[in-house]
């Protein structure tokens, strides 16, 4: 009967691991497209580093933590407001996630990474965006996962005789799973609030129209026909809708996977086309990456399993620790895992090689011997990823400046050793633990709540009447003061979700900024675009990506004409005086400027659109 049990169990237990596992191999592209992001975020968000992240920028410390700053939020940021520790905490960060990239220390650069980019999302949250929102999601379930077992510098240098299982099941790849349906349906949920999604369809034109966000391309599809643009509409909310739960179909799950997979990268390619949205297309990406099947690895191993890799052998001096890191360290990033690393000295003939040439030895499939930068390039040759680097490696020129970096470091090995002395050899495990599945399913439950309540609270009060449904009966019971009190577990983790990009409803409140400027001399002059003379035309999707220069620009802009705006105008106002005076003099100064919005609010198809024009502030540089 027990034995009757097991093998009953054991079909279940492989569809569970087919359903709700990750493959390592999948896991390490996730790792690598997330640290990416996170580069590519702060090297963006860098630029605007005085401007959004300083005592001396349009958000000092003071007004944050007096007027915006949630208590229960934290921001490492908040320690200073110079310029020069600012610069400091983002040159960490970027070296943090240097080492996620690379996979060193795998889960602690990914758990310091997400408390970095949560720190610097507080530090100013007129900055905010649904890509913040995604990013810190993500990495959030990331921290759970064993993202360094493969294809890392964690596991070049395992050391474990254990092998590696192929993919990993557990709470956090559940959880993944999970919140990234949440990010499709919760989104498509908000959207069957309002009626320009359903039952009208004219969502698509409205978010085209929305200047703010638009590129070229989308313009070029708002020219399409009505009709198409509802077909559209439809299609992303039904896909959205249903799209996501592919991914957890029992039989053929590789397939619907892939077809998820395809599907949903194509539908942010039409995003990324269409819209300024900042990293958030690329991340998403990156996201549905993870979701890679087994199969597919399998497939792509198999055909790259040539005669010429199988038969390449790698020799390095046993008695050289730094050798041995680096042979390791070249195995695992040019993607040659079964090639056998050898000690020189168990063998006589490549040992006297090895002493004459001062060199490692590379032995080929055919047992011809490769030394020195020559040996670089031949296994950089038969790399599926960098083999095309070869040529370059082989340009004479290249050659000889290569072969004399490998002499220089192989006559002092002591001191190339410093280098690679914080790379330790030392076992990796990949064993789902109880407690972090019983913590990882916790908090998703958690978030599915946070998720529930938001949804109920916002339906709730956009309703004219009261109704005596099960989104009232939600509402009521998700605010009572057990719910309140956990409040804090989603402000401290920023699981404090709400997925409502162009949800219920496209913006309508379209437009743009016109600042007019008067300087000591007299002059009047345009201080956004920086001109001579003050342009009230309507700009192009050019001349506004020229103009806000980054995404966080953008979304500030956007913010300024919501509710938060009130607030943010004093300090902006300030920001703008000191910057402008600082650079200007003999009469340029800025005396004075009020701050116009050229209101353009969305009509429907075919009727004609005004444009407004609105003073939102006036500012005194003279105070």
């Not at 390791?328 to 090895?354: E, V």
């Amino acid at each position: 009967m027990v034995g009757d049990k097991a093998k009953t169990k054991r079909p279940l237990a492989a569809k569970i691991e087919e359903v709700f596992g990750l493959d390592l191999r999948s896991l390490a592209v996730f790792r690598i497209g997330l640290a990416l992001m996170v580069i590519w975020d702060l090297i963006i968000r860098v630029k605007g580093l005085n401007a959004h992240y300083t005592d001396y920028g349009i958000l000092p410390r003071s007004a944050l933590i007096d007027e915006f700053l949630n208590s229960w939020y934290f921001s490492i940021h908040l320690i200073s407001g110079q310029p020069f520790v600012q610069g400091l905490l983002f040159l960490l960060a970027f070296f943090i996630a240097l080492a996620m990239l690379v996979g060193y220390r795998t889960r602690l650069a990914t758990i310091a990474t997400w408390a970095l980019v949560i720190s610097l999302q507080n530090r100013n949250p007129a900055l905010i965006f649904a890509a913040d929102d995604v990013l810190r999601a993500i990495l959030f379930w990331a921290m759970f996962l064993p993202l360094g077992a493969c294809y890392s510098v964690d596991s070049a240098l395992n050391t474990s005789t254990k092998p590696l299982p192929k993919q990993v099941v557990s709470g956090a790849t559940f959880a993944l799973m999970v919140q990234l349906c949440f990010i499709y349906m919760w989104s498509a949920a908000y959207k069957t609030q309002s009626e320009i999604w359903w039952p009208q369809g004219d969502a698509v034109y409205y978010s085209l129209s929305f200047d703010q966000y638009v590129s070229g391309f989308g313009l070029f599809l708002l020219s399409f026909p009505p009709l198409l643009l509802k077909a559209i509409t439809f299609s992303a909310l039904w896909f959205e809708w249903m799209g996501p739960l592919m991914i957890f179909i029992p039989f053929r799950n590789s397939f619907f996977r892939c077809v998820a997979i395809v599907s949903f990268i194509l539908l942010h390619v039409g995003f990324e086309l269409s819209f300024e949205l900042g990293v958030l297309s690329f991340l998403s990406m990156a996201t549905w990456l993870a979701l890679l099947p087994s199969p597919v690895w399998d497939g792509l191993a198999k055909r790259l399993n040539t005669d010429k890799r199988r038969g390449l052998r790698i020799y390095y001096d046993a008695d050289c620790g730094f050798c041995k890191k680096v042979v390791h360290l070249i195995r695992t990033f040019l993607i040659l895992p079964r090639t056998p690393l050898l000690m020189a000295q168990d063998d006589a003939s490549i040992c006297a090689d090895m002493e004459a040439q001062n060199s490692w030895v590379v032995v080929d499939w055919q047992d011809n011997r490769h030394f020195k930068f020559e040996a670089i390039a031949y296994v950089v040759s038969l790399s599926p990823l960098f083999g095309f680097l070869a040529r370059v490696l082989r340009w004479r020129p290249v050659m000889a400046a290569g072969t004399r970096f490998y002499e220089t470091i192989a006559t002092n090995r002591r001191t190339a050793g410093m280098l690679t002395k914080p790379l330790k050899f030392r076992p990796i495990e990949v064993r789902p633990s109880r407690l972090l599945n019983a913590i990882a399913l916790f908090l998703l439950m958690f978030t599915f709540i946070w998720n529930l309540r938001s949804f109920a609270a916002q339906t709730f009060t956009r309703r004219p009447i009261e109704k005596d449904d099960w989104i009232s009966a939600t509402h009521k019971f998700l605010n009572r003061r057990t719910f309140q009190r956990i409040d804090p577990v989603s402000r401290l983790t920023r699981l404090d979700q709400s997925w409502s990009i162009f949800a219920p409803s496209p913006p309508l409140d379209d437009g743009w900024h016109v600042i007019e400027g008067k300087l000591k001399n007299g002059s009047e002059i345009d201080v956004l675009l920086g001109g001579d003379s003050v342009n009230w035309e309507k700009p192009t999707p050019k001349q506004l990506k020229a103009m806000y220069g980054n995404q966080q620009w953008r979304v500030y802009f956007i913010n300024l004409n919501r509710a938060i705006g009130k607030k943010l105008y004093p300090y902006y106002g300030q920001y703008l005086c000191r910057t402008w005076n600082a650079t200007n003099e003999g009469g340029k100064e800025l005396e004075s400027f009020e701050m116009y919005f050229m209101d353009e609010r969305t009509v429907p198809p075919g009727e004609p659109q005004d444009v407004e024009k609105i003073k939102r502030f006036e500012q005194s540089c003279s105070d």
